[in-house]
């Protein structure tokens, strides 16, 4: 079965920068997307990032352009979310999810199949 690993959150200041790191394993298929989600307590979930491991095309909320940079290397199953000039509403749990995905640039919003345990970012004023 597929299995993701996020890591890397953790506390920084407002302005800060952190990185953030997604392990996947397990595929079963050739192409896919990882993404990045976020969800604050009683918000609702948001996609942030996504990337995809055929084209490395990339999608962006419009709450993190110019700040948050996704990468990946296919060869070992890895997303980053380099994630500079933090916010206090960037304070959420963050998870890494993928689905199947042949088709160009992800989507943001789609119901994405397999998820790993999330990774806690604090983000202080």
């Known amino acids: 079965d597929v299995q993701l690993q996020a890591s890397g959150g953790g506390l920084v200041q407002d302005g800060g920068s952190l990185r953030l790191s997604c392990a996947a394993s397990?595929?079963?298929?050739?192409?896919?997307?990882i993404c990045w989600f976020r969800q604050a307590p009683g918000k609702e979930r948001e996609g942030v990032s996504c990337?995809?491991?055929?084209?490395?095309?990339?999608v962006y909320a419009d709450s993190v352009k110019g700040r948050f940079t996704i990468s990946s290397d296919h060869a070992k199953n890895t997303v980053w979310l380099q994630m500079n000039s933090l916010k206090p509403e960037d304070t959420a749990v963050y998870y890494c999810a993928t689905t199947p995905w042949r088709w160009g640039t992800p989507a943001l919003e789609y119901t994405y199949e397999y998820w790993g345990q999330g990774t806690l970012v604090t983000v202080s004023s």
């Open positions: 397990g595929f079963t298929f050739d192409d896919y997307a």
């Open positions: 990337i995809s491991s055929s084209d490395g095309s990339t």
